[in-house]
């Protein structure tokens, strides 16, 4: 079992523990490396860098940066970023302000559907630093009995064609690359086979991705099924693309790989953490 994970949530973003709960998490099931990647902020790195300080964990800045290409919408992790860069921390900021305009359009179209108060009790569900996703809509939608968990509201609601669906417009990905190369950090894309992008359309995202020094392909994911880890190796290796590992954890019970619990990596792929000074 891998002792690496690159990919976590605290309630800073749609997480449910707090950037220290979730280090002690971490370190209680043998992570030894370990990235906190919120949505779209960086607000819980500190938290979390000094507990894993603590446990004697090597913690890695990490970030989710939302992305919209050719009208899909794309996650795009910054591993070994500085939180400080300016671009990247304005970037973010500038995101996050169209997350909370954005949950309004989605709780106007919860209300089309019957749905009210949605709004208020999503933000029963945010942390304090106030960033709102369709995740807290979901947990909304299951406490109010509209969806038995969180698989089936993203089945019956927040998604194209079903109520609650609100478009939005994220970065661009040639501006998400910038950012986050130029403070220092390495592109990852995050949970590729998500997307169920045709061959075409997934390897044009693969060219452009490269050609704006994009570094590597999240391959070992929740979201991939085994056949799926080796395809996107074989693309890795391809394209001379490094490859990254991450349970993508929200919280216990929420989420499909717990912290600590990922397969080994594939055999002749180079990982993303290979010029890493801690490694
Ligand atoms: P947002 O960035 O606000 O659009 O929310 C995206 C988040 O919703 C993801 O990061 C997941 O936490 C959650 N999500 C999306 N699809 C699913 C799903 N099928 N099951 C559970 N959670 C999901
Ligand atoms: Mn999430
Ligand atoms: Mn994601
Ligand atoms: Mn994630």
Known sequence: MLDIDL???????????????????????GVKML??????????????????????????????????????????????????????????????????????????????????GSLEGAYAFV?????IGR???????????????????????????KPGYAHHEWAALSQTIAWITGSGGNAVIAHPARYNLGKNVLNDLLDEFSALGGSAIEVISASH?????????????????????GSDFHGPGESFFDLGRLPELPSGCVPVWHDWNAF
Not at 10 to 27: F, I, K, W
Not at 45 to 51: F, H, P
Not at 127 to 131: I, K, N, T, V, Y
């Open 7 to 29: 990919h976590s949530h605290s309630n800073v973003s749609d997480g449910v523990l707090t950037p220290a709960q979730l280090v002690d998490r971490a370190a209680q099931r």
């Open 35 to 116: 990235a906190l990647t919120d949505h779209d902020d960086v607000a819980g790195l500190d938290e979390a860098r000094c507990a894993a300080a603590e446990k004697n964990i090597t913690f890695i800045n990490g970030v989710e940066i939302s992305v919209s290409w050719r009208g899909r919408t794309i996650h795009i992790l910054g591993l070994n970023v500085d939180p400080e860069y300016q671009p990247l921390y304005e970037g973010l900021a500038a995101i996050r302000s169209g997350r909370t305009q954005r949950a309004q359009n989605i709780a106007a179209e919860l209300e089309k559907a019957g749905i009210t």
């Open 127 to 131: 942390g304090e630093r106030g960033l």
């Open 135 to 161: 995740t807290h809509f979901g947990r909304f939608l299951v406490e109010k009995g509209y969806a038995k968990d969180m698989k089936s509201v993203f089945k019956k609601y927040l998604v194209k064609g």
């Open 225 to 245: 099924t085994p056949q799926q880890v080796e395809i996107f190796a074989a693309h890795a290796k391809r394209r001379n693309l490094l490859i990254s590992c």
